[in-house]
T-cell receptor, first 111, second 114 residues
Framework: RKEVEQDPGPFNVPEGATVAFNCTYSNSASQSFFWYRQDCRKEPKLLMSVYSSGNEDGRFTAQLNRASQYISLLIRDSKLSDSATYLC????????????FGRGTSLIVHP | SAVISQKPSRDICQRGTSLTIQCQVDSQVTMMFWYRQQPGQSLTLIAT?????????ESGFVIDKFPISRPNLTFSTLTVSNMSPEDSSIYLC???????????FGSGTRLTVV
């Protein structure tokens, strides 16, 4: 089983739709979780951290479910500019705090 | 958050040659990482660059192929040695600024080996 798994998609949704991605992780001792966004031919950029209590930033909501070992990202009122690849990042504990990336979920928002 | 300058942004190289990629950070950081991202794939960690000591390599990556330098807390280089077309990829450096707010990436080096 991979350490961090994501559905690669693509998710193809119309403008204004709500879309959700999940990401599962295998190490129950993982400490930190993030969602990154990567545009085509660009480097990944931090979208939001994922806190135990969940967090919201405008149209984006991130949740952590430790019992089931997954994190989620919900995007409301999708915009064309949301089209990108969304990478789940899990910081596997063990003293080294080296981030592990999922393979990413592609989102295409169409008019 | 930290700002990283990564060079070169792209290069086309002949097989058998070597390319050195540089990352300069605008602040001192303890953790610095080198990744490879092949087309349509996620990021694969090559190694963690340690200041003042040898890098720590992940399974499948060796120092002879990917020598790394980290002379201080703001700078690191990755060399891709004796290149073959299979080394064509995007190479990214990343740092953990230590703020708990995730990792910052360089803009990447797009390498094509012909």
């Amino acid at each position: 089983r991979k350490e961090v798994e994501q559905d690669p998609g693509p998710f193809n949704v119309p403008e204004g739709a709500t879309v959700a991605f999940n990401c599962t992780y295998s190490n129950s001792a993982s400490q930190s979780f993030f969602w990154y966004r990567q545009d085509c031919r660009k480097e990944p950029k931090l979208l939001m951290s994922v806190y135990s209590s969940g967090n919201e930033d405008g149209r984006f909501t991130a949740q952590l479910n430790r019992a089931s070992q997954y994190i989620s990202l919900l995007i409301r009122d999708s915009k064309l500019s949301d089209s990108a690849t969304y990478l789940c990042v899990v910081n596997l504990s063990g003293g080294s705090y080296i981030p592990t990336f999922g393979r990413g979920t592609s989102l295409i928002v169409h008019p | 958050s930290a700002v990283i300058s990564q060079k070169p942004s792209r290069d086309i190289c002949q097989r058998g040659t070597s390319l050195t990629i540089q990352c300069q950070v605008d602040s001192q950081v303890t953790m610095m990482f080198w990744y490879r991202q092949q087309p349509g794939q996620s990021l694969t960690l090559i190694a963690t660059a340690n200041q003042g000591s040898e890098a720590t390599y992940e399974s499948g990556f060796v120092i002879d192929k990917f020598p790394i330098s980290r002379p201080n807390l703001t700078f690191s280089t990755l060399t891709v040695s004796n290149m073959s077309p299979e080394d064509s990829s995007i190479y990214l450096c990343s740092v953990d600024p230590g703020t708990g707010d995730g990792y910052t990436f360089g803009s990447g080096t797009r390498l094509t080996v012909v």
